[in-house]
């Protein structure tokens, strides 16, 4: 055993010897069931000048603690900030006096009461006049309010690294604010909030790969939802007009900085709208949003100032030729497009047509080069298999994607209601999928078909990434540092 740990070891041994000496003194924390807070650090620092004087009761854990004879100084923490409090035998008692100096230390959770003043040296601080113990820290916080900074250690003891890094609770503080101003948003333009399953009888024929569950009351496997589109489409059929669904998604995938198997969406349906209202809706949304949360339109992400009041609009196809200089339009036929794609050394997709071929130079040259907020459209239709079709020209779709920073954030679509088109596509898809995976359990929605086959009204449809939009307005460029409790391997 190294130096470190004989030490650490040490340590715990004492802090339980203690705890064990003032339980069978009778003063077992663990019994105690409440204590009445009137107040939060953060009431008596911004607001010193109506609180002075005043008597408080604030309650949080002990983050420093210095001991000077028969007076005592010791920071407490809370959810909103830190204070000092002045605790001395004067002041509680000499008996209270003693447990507070023998007993209470860093880490454990405190109550106090006293009344509010600033120290000769300025500081303001809380005078107590009574300290209760309401519960033992059996562990080590670590050392000098810094110590957490492994990142493996801080995603698997969340617990930990919000107690002593405090932009960490700030991040998951303001992720809750951006939840409550999007439903805001959303409610304030006439959409209902609705829950749909998490667990589907089937695989659908998307590319994304589900995790499979079994239900024992049905003998039957089960699969977890990877996305909320089409019983949110079914509501539209059903005459609901306006729906939104906060979800979480899983999806059996691999991990990275902006990827974790379960994830949060907004997805959301506007009947009688198309793309372009869909765009509209997603500049005013992040506009308003970053305004209210972040005070600012003007935000920091990834080493860049992002600028949320100005957004570019671009086709697939523009965007294309800006970048790679490549012309779709010269393209005569899918032999045309594999030939410049080998010119450029573009890797051919699976499938390898014009559309294909098109999101590949896309994904080669122009995606990188998105930093500010920009919106490219019309999709080929190879790639979308759930977007209306241009009618002007039907190798293309009316959907769209918002890029920052090179990121993709959302995805949207004048929504295809057309149910002979779409069973066509499904069935399609999920052909090209049992091709290339003779095993998959990749079925068509026929449900969700003769759920059009009712008649859907023009409809305009999006989704976007909850846990990407909080990582933009915290500015954390790792997915991982906006979940509290990002996936991580079994130890």
Not at 48 to 68: H, L, N, P, Q, Y
Not at 323 to 346: L, P, R
Not at 418 to 424: E, G, L, V, Y
Request: net charge negative; with cysteine; proline share 4%.
């Amino acid at each position: 055993m190294d130096n470190d740990n004989r030490d650490l070891n040490e340590v715990l041994s004492l802090r339980r010897n203690k705890f064990e000496e003032l339980r069978s003194e009778g003063q077992d924390p663990f019994t105690i069931t409440k204590f009445d807070v009137t107040n939060h650090s953060m009431d008596i620092t911004d607001h010193f000048d109506e609180m002075e004087g005043k008597t408080v009761r604030i309650a949080g854990r002990m983050m420093s603690k210095r001991v000077m004879g028969k007076a005592s100084f010791m920071h407490l923490q809370d959810l909103s900030g830190m204070v000092q409090c002045y605790v001395s035998r004067d002041g509680i008692g000499e008996e209270e006096y003693r447990i507070f100096k023998r007993y209470e230390e860093v880490g454990d959770i405190l109550g106090v009461e006293g009344y509010v003043f600033r120290t000769q040296k300025g500081e303001i601080s809380v005078h107590a006049t009574n300290v209760t113990l309401l519960s033992k820290s059996l562990q080590v916080l670590p050392e000098k309010f810094h110590g957490l900074t492994d990142m493996e250690t801080r995603y698997r003891q969340r617990y930990v690294d919000l107690i002593v890094n405090p932009e960490v609770k700030e991040t998951f503080i303001k992720r809750s604010r951006i939840l409550r101003e999007l439903r805001a948003f959303l409610d304030d333009r006439g959409f209902l909030e609705v829950d749909t399953p998490v667990l589907t009888p089937f695989e659908i024929g998307a590319s994304a790969r589900p995790f499979v569950t079994h239900l024992n009351a049905l003998d039957m496997d089960m699969y977890l939802r990877i996305e909320t589109e089409l019983y949110l489409k079914r509501l539209i059929v059903g005459g609901l007009e306006k729906v939104y669904e906060v979800g979480r998604i899983f999806r059996n995938e691999g991990m990275d900085l902006k990827h974790n198997p379960e994830f949060t969406t907004i997805e959301l349906y506007q009947a009688y709208t198309d793309f372009h209202g869909m765009m509209d809706l997603v500049e005013d949304m992040m506009k308003q949003v970053a305004e209210r949360v972040c005070g600012t339109l003007t935000v920091p992400f990834m080493g860049e100032e992002i600028d949320l009041s100005h957004w570019e609009r671009l086709t697939m196809k523009e965007a294309v030729k800006k970048y790679s200089g490549v012309d779709y339009d010269m393209w005569q036929s899918d032999e045309d497009a594999i030939a410049c794609a080998k010119e450029h050394n573009v890797e051919l997709p699976e499938v390898p047509t014009k559309g294909s071929i098109l999101a590949a130079f896309f994904d080669e040259f122009v995606e990188k080069n998105l930093i500010q907020p920009t919106f490219i459209y019309d999709y080929p239709v190879e790639i979308s298999p759930l977007a209306k079709r241009k009618p002007d020209d039907p190798d293309f779709t009316e959907r769209f994607e918002y890029f920052i920073c090179a990121m993709e954030f959302g995805n949207a679509f004048s929504e295809l209601n057309d149910p002979i088109d779409q069973r066509k596509r499904f069935e399609r898809q999920v052909a090209e999928r049992k091709a290339l995976e003779p095993d998959c359990k990749a079925q068509v929605d026929y449900d969700f078909l003769n759920a059009l086959e009712y008649g859907m009204p023009p409809t305009g449809g999006l989704g976007f990434g909850v846990d990407r939009l909080v990582m933009l307005l915290t500015n954390n460029s790792s997915i991982r540092e906006v979940l509290l409790f990002p996936m991580m391997k079994q130890l």
